[in-house]
């Protein structure tokens, strides 16, 4: 009777959420100091103190009419400017406010982007192990994702080859998330100029253009002085989705921008229909005290230093313990292979209060993510029941 | 080549979001004071001090990560049970927090409650004349809108009669939006009561729940002691959607609510969905910072004093002047009968340095909306141009 869509997802719930509501209940059951719980991405590090400043002299010294009042739909346009001239200053690009537009966060950018990209029937290539909520945005503007797997040999990078033979004449989209998440890959440019190249040939050949999202929120956190290659540097056709849930810890403010090049096929006019998308959705425009917030505090990252720290403990930790995984890059997620069934290795680590996501919540069976945005408490403590649940699994 | 739909929307762009950029460009030729703009619902008054306030001390006081961090879907717990006894308190209703889902804005909530409704061809009925952008958020999950107009000689309320007799098999909703944008119209709660009764009988007779969707951004705003039923009082399956953008003068905060009651058909079913469709739709949540500052205000509300001043401003000045108008009981809007075809009253208007939207714009030619929320001045400054208007126009 009601929408069958919304019933059927309602009973199906999110993994990821469901773990962090058992979590808050094995809390409550066992007190917080006795449950690890690695399951959601919820930046585990306050916001720098620019961004209380900031909110503090704006709302103080502001005008409120212009602080709370309507900005347009794209966003503040000097807000919009000082995040194109931070792109250029940091990427060598020469973007103003007419590439920048305003979102509620990056999953408000990205569905502003597949509504105005996707013609009902077209497919969106995702690279496996991905964010399953891809599958709802993609479903919202009806089209369909067709899943390529991530080359495990080569350290979950995407497969160039297997991508550019799932390219069908429908293929409208690619999507790609570095450093991504649940891996913690950081992709290479040399990688993504040649699947640039590849996804070019193939819209050549079908005379269609592909188009690059790139979901970026951790673009800021990598490691070891890694460097993120900067996506439209390397793809043609690329729109970028950022958010500065992470960067500067404010995930429950909605707050991110896309950037639509102008050398992009059809860019001006995807720009025009993204700021009506951003209104007709109901977004209307990226929470108004926020745009001038990250303005303020365009130049400010969270501590970088605080998940090393944490990336360096866990993975030392579980690798001491014989667990199998790649030393992450990037963002706050470790990739771990299940020494033994996938569904029991999570019903196990529950058993010791270890609460962690299965790999099939991303499309890949056989591993689990471990979200390192906690304490570093959390973690010393969780060691002592992470090697009983390695010796329960005969490591 | 990319969305159909986008495309065709990008060229065509919101009459009033035109208007309200061409209002800026007059302001810039013959200086702000000389332009009379009555194109846009924008709050002229800034928000209660309360607001400030508030938002000051979260910042100062409040835990960052819990000020900033994800908050369930849903909502804070504690804010979604202090909206929900605020409306206790007021409308003797008893709800608790799992009736109310915190939105960023109306907009999303009506995206939201929709997205949970519709089904591919279903028809949701609007009462013209009407916000136009419900058209887009029916098509955004591909319902159908059906318009029955306004009894115009009832003074522009809904037509019980002609609403019962487009009910199809079909229609899944109606869109009521009470007191109404644009022809500042309360609706009373007897003839409410009437169209729920034809709704109930309408959907008996065909097997089917036809659902009422509350749009009370204007809740707050009704002048002269006139009452504003409480919606779900007067009508069975009424799920209502609020915003703070009117009331508190926040709508570039994006913040609002939707109420689900226990006692519609498949209520808890529509709330569980509710909250899917907020992640899955690219909200997430409505912004964290906005939900504490509001739930801190929740029994603040802009002085309706100052609207009210200019409600009788601008009405008596256009009453003597000739021009034929309903006294406006709630919101902030004037709907004006055109003495003259309405394009060329409106060319003629902006000749004279004043804006206002068409009534087509709203599906209801032959009529204008003026939105007094404006300054007292600028009515006063406007008068002239709208006395030589009226000469223009013989009156």
Redo the contacts between chains.
């Keep these: 009777?009601?929408?069958?869509?919304?019933?059927r997802?309602?009973?199906g719930?999110?993994a990821i959420?469901a773990m962090f509501e058992e979590g808050k209940r094995l809390a409550a059951q066992y007190g917080p100091e006795n449950v690890y719980d690695f399951s959601?991405g919820?930046?585990?590090f306050?916001?720098p103190q620019a961004?209380?400043d900031a909110?503090?002299d704006i709302?103080?010294n502001g005008d409120?009419?212009s602080?709370?009042?309507?900005?347009a739909?794209a966003g503040f346009p000097s807000v919009r400017e000082t995040v194109a001239q931070s792109l250029n200053r940091r990427f060598g690009t020469s973007y103003d406010s007419g590439n920048i537009l305003m979102t509620?966060?990056a999953?408000?950018?990205?569905?502003?982007a597949l509504?105005?990209?996707?013609?009902p029937g077209d497919e969106v290539i995702c690279i496996s192990p991905y964010f399953f909520?891809y599958n709802?945005?993609v479903a919202?503007?009806g089209g369909r994702v067709v899943v390529v797997p991530a080359s495990e040999a080569g350290g979950f990078v995407p497969d160039v080859d297997a991508i550019a033979a799932a390219v069908t004449p429908r293929t409208k989209a690619i999507i790609l998330n570095n450093p991504n998440n649940p891996t913690g890959v950081v992709y290479p440019a040399g990688l993504l100029r040649r699947l640039s190249d590849a996804l070019l040939a193939k819209g050549e050949e079908y005379g269609?253009?592909i188009y690059v999202i790139s979901d970026e929120p951790y673009r800021e956190l990598a490691y070891d002085g890694v460097e993120v290659p900067w996506m439209p540097g390397c793809m043609a056709n690329c729109i970028v989705g950022y958010s500065w849930s992470k960067s500067l810890?404010?995930?429950?403010?909605?707050?991110g921008y896309l950037v639509i090049p102008d050398d992009i096929?059809?860019g001006q006019?995807?720009y025009?229909?993204a700021?009506?998308?951003n209104?007709?959705?109901?977004?209307?425009?990226?929470?108004?005290?926020?745009q001038l917030t990250v303005a303020r505090c365009i130049d400010c990252y969270t501590d970088i230093a605080l998940y090393d720290a944490n990336r360096k403990l866990l993975y030392n930790g579980l690798h001491e313990l014989g667990f199998e995984c790649a030393y992450p890059a990037g963002a706050f997620y470790m990739w771990v292979k299940t020494p033994i069934d996938e569904s029991e290795f999570v019903a196990r680590a529950k058993s010791y209060n270890i609460l962690l996501v299965p790999g099939s919540s991303f499309g890949t069976p056989g591993y689990v993510r471990l979200a390192y945005c906690v304490s570093g408490d959390m973690i010393k403590r969780s060691l002592g029941a992470f090697a009983r649940l390695a010796a329960d699994c005969g490591l």
Tied chains: 1, 2.
């Design positions: 009777m009601i929408s069958e869509r919304m019933t997802l309602a009973s719930g999110s959420r959601i919820n930046p585990y306050a916001p961004v209380s909110i503090v709302i103080t409120p009419m602080v709370h009042g309507y900005p739909n509620v966060g999953a408000g950018g990205l569905n502003v509504c105005c990209l996707l013609n909520e709802n945005y919202n503007y269609t253009v810890s404010l995930p429950g403010e909605r707050i096929a059809e006019l995807i025009d229909a700021v009506v998308a209104r007709m959705l109901g977004f209307v425009n990226a929470p108004s005290l926020m």
